[in-house]
Protein backbone atom coordinates (compact mmCIF):
# COMPACT_ATOMS: atom_id res chain seq x y z
CA UNK A 1 0.00 0.00 0.00
CA UNK A 2 0.76 3.16 -0.56
CA UNK A 3 1.72 6.43 2.23
CA UNK A 4 -0.82 8.25 0.19
CA UNK A 5 -4.02 6.81 -0.25
CA UNK A 6 -6.87 8.80 -1.90
CA UNK A 7 -10.32 9.09 -0.57
CA UNK A 8 -12.90 8.31 -2.63
CA UNK A 9 -14.60 11.03 -4.36
CA UNK A 10 -18.40 12.03 -3.90
CA UNK A 11 -21.00 13.16 -5.67
CA UNK A 12 -20.52 16.40 -4.34
CA UNK A 13 -17.05 16.60 -5.06
CA UNK A 14 -17.59 15.54 -8.62
CA UNK A 15 -20.31 18.24 -9.10
CA UNK A 16 -18.45 21.22 -8.15
CA UNK A 17 -15.16 20.69 -10.60
CA UNK A 18 -15.25 24.04 -12.68
CA UNK A 19 -16.28 21.70 -15.96
CA UNK A 20 -19.16 19.99 -14.75
CA UNK A 21 -20.20 23.69 -12.66
CA UNK A 22 -20.06 25.18 -16.56
CA UNK A 23 -21.81 22.12 -18.19
CA UNK A 24 -25.02 22.39 -15.65
CA UNK A 25 -25.39 25.62 -16.07
CA UNK A 26 -25.38 25.83 -20.23
CA UNK A 27 -28.02 22.86 -19.54
CA UNK A 28 -29.94 25.10 -17.37
CA UNK A 29 -30.14 28.48 -19.51
CA UNK A 30 -31.16 25.74 -22.22
CA UNK A 31 -33.65 24.00 -20.59
CA UNK A 32 -35.35 27.99 -19.02
CA UNK A 33 -35.06 29.16 -22.38
CA UNK A 34 -36.89 25.93 -24.11
CA UNK A 35 -39.32 26.06 -21.56
CA UNK A 36 -39.60 30.08 -22.33
CA UNK A 37 -40.31 29.99 -25.85
CA UNK A 38 -42.49 27.17 -25.21
CA UNK A 39 -44.88 29.64 -23.12
CA UNK A 40 -44.75 32.39 -25.02
CA UNK A 41 -45.63 31.24 -28.51
CA UNK A 42 -48.75 30.13 -26.66
CA UNK A 43 -49.29 33.85 -25.83
CA UNK A 44 -48.80 35.40 -28.89
CA UNK A 45 -51.02 36.38 -31.78
CA UNK A 46 -50.36 36.15 -35.02
CA UNK A 47 -48.92 39.10 -36.99
CA UNK A 48 -51.46 40.79 -39.21
CA UNK A 49 -50.91 40.02 -42.84
CA UNK A 50 -49.03 43.09 -44.63
CA UNK A 51 -50.74 45.47 -46.31
CA UNK A 52 -51.53 44.87 -50.36
CA UNK A 53 -50.93 47.79 -52.86
CA UNK A 54 -54.18 49.16 -54.18
CA UNK A 55 -54.11 47.16 -57.94
CA UNK A 56 -53.45 49.21 -60.78
CA UNK A 57 -54.78 49.14 -63.70
CA UNK A 58 -54.31 51.77 -66.28
CA UNK A 59 -52.11 51.49 -69.84
CA UNK A 60 -48.63 53.25 -69.60
CA UNK A 61 -46.36 54.41 -72.31
CA UNK A 62 -42.85 53.76 -72.20
CA UNK A 63 -41.38 56.97 -69.99
CA UNK A 64 -44.58 56.39 -67.87
CA UNK A 65 -43.82 53.07 -67.00
CA UNK A 66 -39.93 53.75 -66.14
CA UNK A 67 -41.47 55.65 -63.01
CA UNK A 68 -42.14 51.85 -61.66
CA UNK A 69 -38.81 50.40 -61.18
CA UNK A 70 -39.08 49.76 -57.60
CA UNK A 71 -37.13 52.86 -56.48
CA UNK A 72 -40.52 55.27 -55.89
CA UNK A 73 -42.44 55.73 -52.94
CA UNK A 74 -44.66 52.85 -52.95
CA UNK A 75 -41.68 50.15 -54.16
CA UNK A 76 -44.27 49.16 -57.20
CA UNK A 77 -42.24 47.43 -60.01
CA UNK A 78 -43.43 46.99 -63.51
CA UNK A 79 -42.58 45.35 -66.47
CA UNK A 80 -44.43 44.58 -70.01
CA UNK A 81 -43.91 41.57 -72.29
CA UNK A 82 -45.40 41.76 -75.39
CA UNK A 83 -47.11 44.86 -75.05
CA UNK A 84 -48.69 43.52 -72.15
CA UNK A 85 -48.04 45.07 -69.01
CA UNK A 86 -47.53 43.21 -65.34
CA UNK A 87 -47.25 43.80 -61.56
CA UNK A 88 -44.07 41.90 -60.85
CA UNK A 89 -43.91 43.84 -56.99
CA UNK A 90 -44.60 40.26 -55.60
CA UNK A 91 -41.09 38.93 -57.08
CA UNK A 92 -39.29 42.13 -56.29
CA UNK A 93 -36.41 40.30 -55.68
CA UNK A 94 -35.36 39.68 -58.78
CA UNK A 95 -37.10 42.31 -60.90
CA UNK A 96 -36.24 45.39 -58.35
CA UNK A 97 -33.51 47.80 -57.29
CA UNK A 98 -30.17 44.96 -57.02
CA UNK A 99 -32.12 42.14 -57.96
CA UNK A 100 -30.89 39.64 -60.96
CA UNK A 101 -33.48 40.85 -63.33
CA UNK A 102 -33.05 44.85 -62.00
CA UNK A 103 -32.75 45.92 -65.56
CA UNK A 104 -35.98 45.07 -66.65
CA UNK A 105 -37.93 46.94 -64.33
CA UNK A 106 -39.93 49.48 -65.38
CA UNK A 107 -39.26 49.00 -68.93
CA UNK A 108 -40.06 46.68 -72.49
CA UNK A 109 -38.54 43.51 -71.18
CA UNK A 110 -39.92 41.49 -74.50
CA UNK A 111 -36.51 41.92 -76.42
CA UNK A 112 -34.03 41.39 -73.37
CA UNK A 113 -36.50 38.06 -72.44
CA UNK A 114 -36.26 36.78 -76.25
CA UNK A 115 -32.84 37.14 -76.37
CA UNK A 116 -31.50 35.82 -73.05
CA UNK A 117 -29.99 39.43 -72.61
CA UNK A 118 -30.11 40.97 -69.52
CA UNK A 119 -29.14 44.80 -70.15
CA UNK A 120 -31.39 47.69 -70.49
CA UNK A 121 -33.13 49.15 -73.26
CA UNK A 122 -33.82 53.33 -73.58
CA UNK A 123 -35.93 53.50 -76.55
CA UNK A 124 -38.63 55.24 -76.52
CA UNK A 125 -40.74 52.26 -78.18
CA UNK A 126 -38.71 48.74 -79.06
CA UNK A 127 -40.63 47.53 -82.46
CA UNK A 128 -39.64 44.02 -82.17
CA UNK A 129 -40.48 43.09 -85.04
CA UNK A 130 -36.81 41.80 -86.03
CA UNK A 131 -37.55 39.06 -83.87
CA UNK A 132 -36.61 35.69 -85.14
CA UNK A 133 -39.22 32.67 -84.76
CA UNK A 134 -37.48 30.96 -81.59
CA UNK A 135 -37.11 34.78 -80.37
CA UNK A 136 -40.85 35.14 -80.53
CA UNK A 137 -42.03 32.22 -79.43
CA UNK A 138 -39.89 32.71 -76.06
CA UNK A 139 -40.98 35.65 -75.21
CA UNK A 140 -44.71 34.77 -76.37
CA UNK A 141 -44.03 31.43 -73.27
CA UNK A 142 -42.34 34.32 -71.23
CA UNK A 143 -45.75 36.32 -71.53
CA UNK A 144 -47.54 33.32 -70.59
CA UNK A 145 -45.75 32.98 -67.38
CA UNK A 146 -46.42 36.44 -66.64
CA UNK A 147 -49.95 35.94 -66.92
CA UNK A 148 -50.18 32.74 -64.41
CA UNK A 149 -47.95 34.13 -61.94
CA UNK A 150 -48.78 38.83 -61.95
CA UNK A 151 -51.34 40.90 -62.35
CA UNK A 152 -52.23 42.46 -65.54
CA UNK A 153 -51.44 46.47 -65.03
CA UNK A 154 -52.87 47.50 -68.87
CA UNK A 155 -51.19 47.79 -72.45
CA UNK A 156 -47.89 49.18 -73.17
CA UNK A 157 -49.01 52.48 -75.66
CA UNK A 158 -47.59 53.30 -78.73
CA UNK A 159 -46.44 56.76 -79.67
CA UNK A 160 -49.59 58.27 -79.94
CA UNK A 161 -51.79 55.62 -78.99
CA UNK A 162 -54.61 56.69 -76.47
CA UNK A 163 -55.06 54.95 -73.25
CA UNK A 164 -58.41 52.50 -72.30
CA UNK A 165 -60.40 53.86 -69.61
CA UNK A 166 -60.81 51.14 -66.61
CA UNK A 167 -63.55 51.48 -63.91
CA UNK A 168 -62.21 51.25 -60.40
CA UNK A 169 -64.17 47.25 -59.84
CA UNK A 170 -63.38 46.26 -63.16
CA UNK A 171 -61.05 43.21 -62.34
CA UNK A 172 -59.22 41.67 -65.40
CA UNK A 173 -58.12 37.75 -64.82
CA UNK A 174 -54.45 37.31 -65.25
CA UNK A 175 -55.03 34.60 -68.15
CA UNK A 176 -57.52 36.93 -70.16
CA UNK A 177 -56.79 39.86 -72.48
Do not use: C
Not at 40 to 45: C, I, L, N
Not at 65 to 89: E, H, M, Q, S
Not at 135 to 159: H, M, N
Amino acid sequence: MTSKEEAPSTFWDELTSPLNLVLVGVILYLIYKILKSHFQSEDDTPAPPPQRMKKLRKDLTTPELKKYDGTGPDGRVLLAVNGVIFDVTRGKRFYGPGGPYSAFAGRDATRGLATGSVSAEDKEWDDVSDLNADEIASATEWEGQFREKYDIVGRLLKPGETPNKYSDDETEDKKDQ
